[in-house]
């Protein structure tokens, strides 16, 4: 158990260390292409809720806790339907300019 800890620990922390220049180049596309910093943020919380609740998901799978992995998963979609409200909101106002 300790080793699995260790080994989830050392991938997680390498997944940080190669994931910071990756945001910065998602970020520079985003500012070029004139989308505001308002939905870059949504988006970085939206993949950052997918990612802790996928990763939630499956040790309460690998626990034998099917319920409470179906649990944190509605959770996650409901989280992420909540993030985009924002989002859909702007995009009806845009539908409504061009009718």
Same mark, same amino acid.
């Given at each position: 158990?300790?080793? @699995?800890?260790?080994?989830?620990?050392?991938?997680?922390?390498?997944?940080?260390?190669?994931?910071? $220049?990756?945001?910065?180049?998602?970020?520079?596309?985003?500012?070029?292409?004139?989308?505001?910093?308002?939905?870059?943020?949504?988006?970085? +919380? @939206?993949?950052?809720?997918?990612?802790?609740?996928?990763?939630?998901?499956?040790?309460?799978?690998?626990?034998?806790?099917?319920?409470?992995?179906?649990? @944190?998963?509605?959770?996650?979609?409901?989280?992420?339907?909540?993030?985009?409200? $924002?989002?859909?909101?702007?995009?009806?106002? +845009?539908?409504?300019?061009?009718?």
């Amino acid at each position: 158990m300790m080793i @699995a800890i260790g080994v989830c620990t050392g991938v997680i922390g390498g997944f940080m260390l190669f994931i910071g $220049p990756v945001i910065s180049e998602v970020r520079e596309i985003f500012m070029s292409s004139g989308i505001p910093d308002s939905y870059m943020s949504i988006i970085f +919380k @939206a993949a950052a809720i997918c990612f802790i609740t996928q990763i939630t998901a499956e040790i309460c799978a690998d626990s034998g806790e099917g319920a409470i992995a179906s649990a @944190a998963e509605l959770w996650g979609r409901g989280m992420l339907a909540f993030m985009s409200l $924002p989002i859909i909101r702007s995009l009806l106002e +845009k539908i409504n300019e061009m009718i």
